[in-house]
C-alpha cells in the first residue's frame, strides 16, 4: 500500500530531485503519468521532448544506503535540495537475481525500454509491485534518480521512496 504521507514520483532523466507529481493512498493501481497534474509536459517546458511518447513509472531500486531508511535526515534533505550528489553506485535499475549491479539489459528492473533495443521488455508496474520487486532483490525504494544507470528509464518518470513534499 502506498504510505499516507505518499510516495514522490521523480524525473528520471536529472540527478535533481525533481518531483513530478505524487501518488496517494488510493493511487495503487496506477502505473502512468497519463492525467496527472504535469502530464504531458507544456511545449517549451524543461523536460525533454521524448517525454511525452514515455509516461509510464519505471521502476529502479537501490542499495540500502540509498534508500529512504537509510536515514531520516537524508529523506527530508533530499526534498529540500540539501543532500550530497546522489550515489550511482548504489542505483539498481539493473540488477541481478542477488540485487548486485548488472551491465546488462536483459537485468532491467522492469525490463528495457527503447526501440534500440532489439526487443523492447518493458513492463509497466504499480508501487506495489516496484516494492515488491526491490524487496526480492533484497533492495529497497530510491531516495533519487538513477539517472544514466541503464535502461533508458531516463525517459520516463521513476519510482522513489520519498515522501510527497509538503504544499
Known amino acids: 500500500l502506498i504510505p499516507s504521507v505518499g510516495v514522490a514520483i521523480l524525473a528520471g532523466y536529472t540527478q535533481e530531485i ?3 507529481f505524487c501518488l496517494l493512498p488510493g493511487d495503487e493501481a496506477i502505473t502512468t503519468a497519463e492525467g496527472r497534474a504535469t502530464w504531458p509536459p507544456p511545449p517549451g517546458s524543461s ?6 511518447a514515455h509516461p509510464e513509472i519505471a521502476a529502479q531500486c537501490c542499495a540500502a ?3 529512504p531508511n537509510a536515514g531520516a535526515s537524508n ?3 533530499a526534498l529540500h535540495g540539501n543532500s550530497s550528489m546522489p550515489d550511482p553506485g ?3 535499475r539493473r540488477a541481478t537475481p542477488e540485487g548486485l549491479a548488472s551491465d546488462t539489459d536483459e537485468d532491467c528492473v522492469a525490463g528495457a525500454s ?3 533495443v532489439s526487443l523492447p521488455t518493458f513492463k509497466a508496474m504499480t508501487y506495489g509491485d516496484t516494492v515488491a ?8 525504494l530510491c531516495n533519487q534518480s538513477c539517472v544514466y544507470q541503464g535502461c533508458y ?7 522513489s521512496g520519498l515522501p510527497c513534499p509538503l504544499p
Open 114 to 116: 527503447h526501440a534500440r
Open 133 to 140: 520487486k526491490c524487496e526480492a532483490l533484497g533492495l529497497g
Open 47 to 52: 523536460y525533454p521532448q521524448h517525454w511525452a
Open 75 to 77: 529523506t527530508s534533505d
Open 90 to 92: 548504489n542505483c539498481r
Open 18 to 20: 525533481k518531483v513530478l
Open 65 to 67: 544506503s540509498n534508500t
Open 153 to 159: 528509464y531516463n525517459m520516463h518518470p521513476v519510482y
